[in-house]
């Protein structure tokens, strides 16, 4: 047969004609037969020298991405792979339409085939993949890895950490925390549920009376402000019903442009700011980035003075801002102005606007440059002059969350701002050596400071410094670990004494040290319990830091008092006297209460994947914002 390799021979079998090849082989055949396999033979093995050496990667985290960026590659190229690439029939040629149905009929099998199965992922180490889960959203993550793989603005650092963070479930193993758990998600469905009922869209409400109730710190207009401080506690405790209903309470009535309030700056931003932030990291929907940027523009004009050191309060129509008139001489208050960084910093980054950031950086600037008497920082700053005010120092009322923010700046901004860290250790040791102190019964205290004076007493509010002390230690051992440890247990015990000392089992406003006392109360106004959060929240630091039992212990104390003393038909009320059997109620259930205390007690229950501290940094109304370069939610423009 012309043509043809081999010759073949015609045989009948079953009168059929069949091909076959002879048993024996000529040696011109074996030649060409031996050419053929040599040549297979060396194509083989050439293509050795051209794959990827994959066997000598070690199984660090630079290398671990190439074998990612291949996974990646695969990823991109997607049904591309199989079919023809989707442009087919561009670039003028007419496409065939028969081409494409079946491309469209491919498509479907392949997607109705993938439909419960999901590609495996690749195995790119246990401890990335123990840390996070997907409760919520798998959609979230996709579209979360395409605009992050779109904008390549993480770099590969992220790559092996783009899981999803847990942001709902997180049920711990242990029976007794579940149960305990499910107790704080019905006080939290008691106090929203009551709010609604009676107090829908006021900032907070009287559970007592039963209607509305607004602190000066809101003006006097009706913000929702417990609807805004809520919905992530909503939205963690998988309580969706209740965050749709406040999703659609902030779409279509938050809005300050004809209002005309006088708002506190600070608590504008921790409270509104701060929880419509989180809401934008957890959801990435943008109403919550827009209006947190309405709501941080109208905070603006207090920023406009000599130094850049912002008043307290502006009013949202006319931008005319002041300083309250006790505050030394009309200065600007250190917890005040000092706590705007984290918001700011990530508004800029989820914006791609500078001038949160600029209002910020100028704030740390004429600080740092300051002189501090002993090291400390005085509580109030002249906004005009840029001097100390009166040499008041405290870790509670007026100084407390700027201590806390420093650290927090340089742990949101994955310890980059290593400035921050530098205040942060610095004022910490000058509180240590000046105004940490020990009871003669052995209890550890932060004592406010006026002038060269102590004054043994310690705020309910300065009760978060047990967990801030126990941050930082963790977060940078070096050789102050232990001696911030041990402040740091010792203060959350001190707070959990001034509790347990306490008819109530509740702690108050303020407690002192004295020849005859210790962790109580003197004076009435020191002897209330508002629901306040601080103590609650070193419990729950310290339970993750150090996985001691007595913490989750101690917050179940709280639940059950709380159940006792402040529960009433109408929600939960604040008390006037801790000591007291039968406390009166102050009638009001604070904003705080669903932002902070609820969430730290329910997360105290729960496992620690839960908002895990290695990816998210709660500002200091206990709202959520994600530590940037490790948690994918950071959403930045
Ligand atoms: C909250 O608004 C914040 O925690 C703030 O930093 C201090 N006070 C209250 C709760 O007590």
């Not at 496409?95 to 479907?108: A, G, T, W």
């Not at 929907?285 to 003075?305: E, G, M, Q, R």
């Amino acid at each position: 047969m012309p043509g043809a390799i081999l010759p073949q021979y015609q045989r009948l079998g079953s009168g059929v004609p069949v091909s076959v090849i002879r048993r024996s082989l000529r040696p011109r055949e074996k030649c060409l037969i031996l050419l053929v396999f040599v040549t297979l033979g060396v194509v083989c093995f050439g293509a050795f020298f051209y794959l990827p050496d994959y066997g000598k990667l070690k199984p660090s985290g630079a290398d671990r991405s190439v074998y990612y960026k291949v996974y990646q590659h695969v990823q991109k190229a997607g049904e591309d792979l199989l079919l023809p690439p989707s442009n087919f029939g561009k670039h003028g040629e007419d496409e065939d339409p028969h081409l494409v149905q079946d491309r469209y009929k491919l498509k479907n099998m392949i997607d109705n085939d993938a439909k419960d199965k999901v590609l495996d992922k690749p195995e790119i180490s246990k401890n990335t993949e123990d840390n996070f889960g997907a409760e919520r959203s798998n959609n979230q993550l996709e579209s979360l890895q395409t605009s992050v793989q779109a904008k390549g603005d993480f770099g590969e650092n992220l790559i092996p950490k783009l899981r999803n963070p847990l942001l709902t479930g997180g049920e711990d193993s242990d029976k007794t925390s579940r149960e305990r758990r499910n107790t704080v998600q019905r006080m939290m469905k008691h106090a929203w549920e009551n709010y609604v009922l009676y107090a829908w869209g006021k900032n907070e409400l009287r559970p007592i009376t039963k209607r509305g109730h607004s602190a000066s710190i809101f003006g006097s207009a009706s913000l929702g402000a417990s609807i805004i401080d809520g919905m992530d506690t909503l939205y963690i405790m998988g309580m969706d019903d209740e965050y749709q209903k406040g999703r659609e309470w902030i779409a279509q009535n938050l809005n300050l442009e004809n209002v005309s309030a006088d708002l506190s700056v600070f608590e504008t931003n921790i409270r509104f700011v701060g929880g419509l932030l989180t809401l934008y990291a957890f959801t990435g929907d943008s109403l919550y980035k827009d209006k947190a940027v309405h709501i941080a523009d109208k905070l603006l004009p207090a920023f406009n003075t000599q130094t850049g050191i912002p008043l307290a309060i502006v009013n949202s129509r006319s931008g005319v801002s002041k300083n309250y008139g006790w505050a030394s001489g009309g200065s600007s208050i250190l917890s005040e102005f000092g706590t705007l960084h984290l918001e700011f910093s990530y508004l800029s980054d989820i914006t791609g606007d500078r001038k949160y950031r600029e209002k910020v950086d100028k704030i740390r600037d004429v600080i740092k440059q300051m002189e501090k008497p002993k090291g400390l920082y005085p509580n109030y700053i002249h906004p005009k002059t840029g001097k100390w005010g009166q040499f008041h120092m405290s870790l509670g009322a007026l100084g407390d969350s700027f201590y806390e923010y420093l650290l927090k700046a340089w742990l949101q901004s994955n310890k980059q701002d290593v400035e921050a860290r530098i205040l942060y250790d610095d004022a910490m040791q000058a509180i240590i050596e000046h105004m940490v102190r020990t009871s003669r019964g052995g209890l550890i205290y932060v004592s406010d400071m006026k002038f060269d004076r102590l004054e043994h007493k310690m705020d309910h509010l300065a009760c978060f410094a047990g967990g801030l002390f126990g941050l930082g230690a963790k977060t940078q051992p070096n050789e102050q670990f232990s001696r911030h440890m041990e402040i740091a247990e010792g203060i959350t015990n001190t707070c959990h004494e001034s509790y347990i000392r306490s008819n109530t089992k509740l702690g108050p406003e303020s407690f002192r040290f004295t020849e005859s006392i210790e962790a109580k109360a003197l004076k009435s106004t020191e002897k209330y319990y508002i629901l306040r959060p601080e103590t609650v929240e070193s419990y729950l630091i310290m339970w993750r830091l150090t996985k001691e039992q007595k913490y989750r212990e101690w917050g179940w104390e709280v639940v059950q008092a709380l159940e006792k003393h402040c529960k009433v038909e109408g929600g939960y009320s604040g008390i006037k006297n801790v000591y007291a059997d039968d406390p009166q109620k102050d009638d009001v259930q604070q904003s705080f209460f669903l932002a902070e205390t609820l969430k730290y007690l329910y997360l105290l229950f729960s496992d620690d994947n839960l908002i895990s501290l290695d990816e998210w940094v709660f500002n200091t109304e206990a709202h959520p914002l994600p530590i940037k370069d490790v948690n994918p939610f950071y959403r930045a423009a």
